[in-house]
């Protein structure tokens, strides 16, 4: 996935405007108006996609920042500029590489250009127009090097037309359409100036949809369009007052991220979708497989048997699609719904962490009783024949920490709010209570951040004294009772295979504290390449796996394992958020400290308050102390307290 990882970086700078006023007059591809692969450069005019590993086989789509509406006869031009270089040996030659150039309603979705159900047309590489999910013979195939114009007359009477043309050659008009009503036409024309607060949704944009081409648009004279048969230019819709301008989002700061969290089968991608019905104005993306299967065009592949034999290849597709989306979306200012299972504290937190100048953050808890989430289970089955067995879901059940919102004792996690949807925080903890305790022994142990943590030398410590204390209960001289004796004999058993499994889990625990010094130093002042560290830190993931294993034979003999420290399971993570952790104190305690220092200047306040001021400082200095003490365990670099707080009693 190299090649989606260096496409990533190639953002657009975006123009940022709060209304129609303030927005540029330049027509170009809109970034906050396509699918989040989409990729805008070169002055807004460039569009193409990622095309490394499973997004070879997407499509992705942007619109223009300016659409149409009421009337007039416009074109805009898109000539097709390279392939992009794919592996696709499971795919025709001729599918590789496909482009569609065309026009739809603002309210359509991005990635469904010509597709059923929408508002559109498109002119399509393989020469045939597609609208409402039909293809139809029309003109002549295009590819690298060609160009073409699409024009849209909607001054004709008594329907509005659009047509093409190929390097100049007018291939004739495509189709005609009812441009007027609302109801079963694109309800374009005669609609009055503003219709609402999101005008562009019955506006008519370019469009255009890829798959693996690179385009270049052309919107003005200016950017090398030539109109054909008297049209004119698409920009000169905003001078004639038959424009509106796209959608556009805030900075990261004013978006929202939404969490779900819950067992497979138990409602989270219902609840999204409904909740983003609801919230047309948010415009939310829901991230996750169903939004991987739209872009590779296989929505229809859990609920069609005819895609049993390729299920899996396509499934592997979708997961590092949606894994690749998820990098794009930290960066790419929208409002953000994740669907996935979000059941483990530490993944939430390493996750959340890409989004921390985003806004609003929420996790959205869909917990219902196990019954109810049994039968949804049940009709799931029943519409895509696949469904996650009980001992999955006990397995899954048992790594299920519920999320805690920052301001709750304890929480580490970065949420502002969490809601449970279904049942509340505490009967679903009573049935995740009651699934973990019945889980049989194939279960995983919870993560280490649900019981809290120590400092890496006390853990030693804890290690060794407790398989030492175990050991040497098990080497005390016992009499058991014939009748009980093949019992006791295979406790005994089980007791050395659980001391032993702990000694060796306290070793590689030790191993891992030695890994995560070097690797901290090998970070500081650039030691080490990047390359190398990635490769260190590799290597520790592999011996953190390890201790997992560890823990479940211990777990699996009915033993208790200690806890893997939280800084070994946040990694390279831990430091960068506890040092966030750190400044929000800091700001907490800088406030505190002008509140102190502006009451003892005053020299009238009460005693009793300046103590009550001087008591809330040196709490949050204690706290910033506190966690200092925590980076610096980690072999991390703590932000430093700045000395006017330090010197406060002078």
Same mark, same amino acid.
């Given at each position: 996935?190299?090649?989606?990882?260096?496409?990533?970086?190639?953002?657009?700078?975006?123009?940022?405007?709060?209304?129609?006023?303030?927005?540029?007059?330049?027509?170009?591809?809109?970034?906050?108006?396509?699918?989040?692969?989409?990729?805008?450069?070169?002055?807004?005019?460039?569009?193409?996609?990622?095309?490394?590993?499973?997004?070879? &086989?997407?499509?992705?789509?942007?619109?223009?920042?300016?659409?149409?509406?009421?009337?007039?006869?416009?074109?805009?031009? $898109? !000539?097709?500029?390279?392939?992009?270089?794919?592996?696709?040996?499971?795919?025709?030659?001729?599918?590789?590489?496909? $482009?569609?150039?065309?026009?739809?309603?603002?309210?359509?979705?991005?990635?469904?250009?010509?597709?059923?159900?929408?508002?559109?047309?498109?002119?399509?590489?393989?020469?045939?127009?597609?609208?409402?999910?039909?293809?139809?013979?029309?003109?002549?195939?295009?590819?690298?090097?060609?160009?073409?114009?699409?024009?849209?007359?909607?001054?004709?009477?008594?329907?509005?037309?659009?047509?093409?043309?190929?390097?100049?050659? #007018?291939?004739?008009?495509?189709?005609?359409?009812?441009?007027?009503?609302?109801?079963?036409?694109?309800?374009?024309?005669?609609?009055?100036?503003?219709?609402?607060?999101?005008?562009?949704?019955?506006?008519?944009?370019?469009?255009?949809?890829?798959?693996?081409?690179?385009?270049?648009?052309?919107?003005?004279?200016?950017?090398?369009?030539?109109?054909?048969?008297?049209?004119?230019?698409?920009?000169?819709?905003?001078?004639?007052?038959?424009?509106?301008?796209?959608?556009?989002?805030?900075?990261?700061?004013?978006?929202?991220?939404?969490?779900?969290?819950?067992?497979?089968?138990?409602?989270?991608?219902?609840?999204?979708?409904?909740?983003?019905?609801?919230?047309?104005?948010?415009?939310?993306?829901?991230?996750?497989?169903?939004?991987?299967?739209?872009?590779?065009?296989? =929505?229809?592949?859990? =609920?069609?048997?005819?895609?049993?034999?390729?299920?899996?290849?396509?499934?592997?597709?979708?997961?590092?699609?949606?894994?690749?989306?998820?990098?794009?979306?930290?960066?790419?200012?929208?409002?953000?719904?994740?669907?996935?299972?979000?059941?483990?504290?530490?993944?939430?937190?390493?996750?959340?962490?890409?989004?921390?100048?985003?806004?609003?953050?929420?996790?959205?808890?869909?917990?219902?009783?196990?019954?109810?989430?049994?039968? !949804?289970?049940?009709?799931?089955?029943?519409?895509? #024949?696949?469904?996650?067995?009980?001992?999955?879901?006990?397995?899954?059940?048992?790594?299920?920490?519920?999320?805690?919102?920052?301001?709750?004792?304890?929480?580490?996690?970065?949420?502002?709010?969490?809601?449970?949807?279904?049942?509340?925080?505490?009967?679903?903890?009573?049935?995740?209570?009651?699934?973990?305790?019945?889980?049989?022994?194939?279960?995983?142990?919870?993560?280490?951040?649900? !019981?809290? #943590?120590?400092?890496?030398?006390?853990?030693?410590?804890?290690?060794?004294?407790?398989?030492?204390?175990?050991? =040497?209960?098990?080497?005390?001289?016992?009499?058991?009772?014939?009748?009980?004796?093949?019992?006791?004999?295979?406790?005994?058993?089980?007791?050395?295979?659980?001391?032993?499994?702990?000694?060796?889990?306290?070793?590689?625990?030790?191993?891992?504290?030695?890994? &995560?010094?070097?690797?901290?130093?090998?970070? !500081?002042?650039?030691?080490?390449?990047?390359?190398?560290?990635?490769?260190? #830190?590799?290597?520790?993931?592999?011996?953190?796996?390890?201790?997992?294993?560890?823990?479940?034979?211990?777990?699996?003999?009915?033993?208790?394992?200690?806890?893997?420290?939280?800084?070994?399971?946040?990694?390279?993570?831990?430091?960068?958020?506890?040092?966030?952790?750190?400044?929000?104190?800091?700001?907490?305690?800088?406030?505190?400290?002008?509140?102190?220092?502006?009451?003892?200047?005053?020299?009238?306040?009460?005693?009793?308050?300046?103590?009550?001021?001087?008591?809330?400082?040196?709490?949050?200095?204690?706290?910033?102390?506190?966690?200092?003490?925590?980076?610096?365990?980690?072999?991390?670099?703590?932000?430093?307290?700045?000395?006017?707080?330090?010197?406060?009693?002078?």
């Amino acid at each position: 996935m190299a090649s989606t990882r260096d496409e990533s970086k190639q953002l657009a700078k975006r123009p940022r405007h709060d209304d129609a006023q303030a927005a540029p007059a330049r027509v170009q591809l809109n970034p906050d108006d396509c699918n989040l692969d989409f990729v805008v450069d070169h002055g807004g005019l460039r569009g193409h996609a990622l095309h490394g590993g499973g997004f070879a &086989y997407c499509w992705s789509g942007a619109r223009a920042t300016a659409g149409v509406r009421r009337g007039g006869r416009y074109c805009f031009g $898109c !000539r097709v500029v390279a392939e992009q270089p794919v592996e696709m040996d499971d795919t025709e030659a001729c599918q590789r590489h496909l $482009c569609r150039v065309g026009v739809s309603r603002g309210d359509d979705a991005v990635g469904s250009l010509g597709e059923a159900g929408g508002h559109s047309f498109a002119f399509e590489s393989t020469g045939k127009l597609s609208h409402d999910g039909k293809l139809m013979d029309y003109g002549a195939d295009f590819g690298v090097g060609d160009t073409v114009i699409c024009a849209v007359d909607l001054d004709s009477r008594p329907r509005a037309s659009i047509g093409f043309c190929k390097n100049r050659e #007018w291939l004739g008009e495509a189709q005609s359409f009812d441009a007027f009503s609302s109801e079963k036409g694109f309800g374009l024309v005669d609609a009055p100036a503003a219709a609402g607060p999101r005008p562009w949704e019955s506006a008519m944009f370019p469009h255009v949809l890829l798959k693996n081409f690179i385009v270049e648009m052309q919107f003005g004279m200016e950017d090398g369009l030539e109109p054909v048969n008297g049209y004119q230019p698409w920009s000169s819709a905003l001078a004639h007052g038959n424009g509106v301008y796209g959608p556009v989002f805030a900075e990261q700061k004013e978006c929202e991220v939404l969490m779900m969290v819950g067992l497979p089968a138990s409602g989270k991608t219902t609840w999204a979708e409904k909740f983003v019905r609801e919230s047309p104005e948010k415009r939310f993306i829901i991230v996750g497989l169903n939004l991987a299967l739209d872009q590779l065009k296989m =929505s229809g592949l859990l =609920s069609n048997p005819f895609y049993e034999e390729r299920l899996d290849s396509w499934l592997d597709r979708a997961a590092k699609v949606v894994e690749g989306l998820m990098g794009r979306a930290a960066s790419v200012p929208r409002n953000y719904i994740i669907d996935q299972t979000n059941l483990e504290r530490i993944a939430r937190i390493r996750l959340l962490n890409n989004f921390s100048s985003y806004g609003c953050k929420m996790a959205v808890v869909v917990f219902p009783a196990p019954a109810e989430r049994k039968s !949804r289970s049940s009709k799931r089955f029943i519409q895509t #024949w696949k469904e996650v067995p009980d001992d999955t879901v006990n397995k899954m059940a048992a790594n299920f920490a519920l999320p805690m919102s920052k301001d709750m004792p304890g929480s580490m996690e970065p949420f502002d709010q969490v809601l449970f949807v279904e049942l509340s925080r505490g009967d679903a903890q009573t049935y995740l209570d009651q699934m973990t305790s019945n889980r049989g022994s194939n279960a995983f142990p919870q993560d280490a951040s649900a !019981r809290g #943590w120590q400092s890496t030398s006390h853990n030693q410590m804890r290690w060794r004294s407790s398989v030492s204390d175990k050991q =040497s209960s098990s080497n005390a001289p016992t009499e058991p009772s014939s009748s009980n004796a093949p019992a006791e004999k295979d406790k005994q058993v089980d007791s050395d295979f659980i001391v032993s499994k702990k000694f060796e889990l306290a070793h590689e625990y030790e191993e891992m504290d030695r890994e &995560y010094k070097n690797i901290r130093e090998m970070s !500081r002042g650039g030691q080490a390449s990047e390359a190398a560290t990635d490769a260190a #830190w590799a290597a520790f993931e592999a011996r953190l796996d390890k201790c997992r294993a560890i823990q479940r034979e211990i777990m699996n003999a009915k033993g208790d394992p200690q806890p893997i420290p939280e800084w070994f399971l946040l990694g390279k993570d831990f430091v960068r958020m506890k040092n966030l952790e750190l400044q929000k104190e800091l700001e907490l305690a800088v406030e505190s400290h002008k509140k102190f220092i502006k009451m003892s200047g005053r020299g009238h306040a009460p005693s009793a308050e300046i103590k009550f001021a001087l008591a809330a400082l040196e709490g949050h200095l204690n706290k910033c102390r506190a966690i200092q003490r925590e980076i610096r365990e980690a072999r991390g670099d703590p932000v430093p307290i700045p000395e006017e707080l330090l010197d406060y009693r002078q």
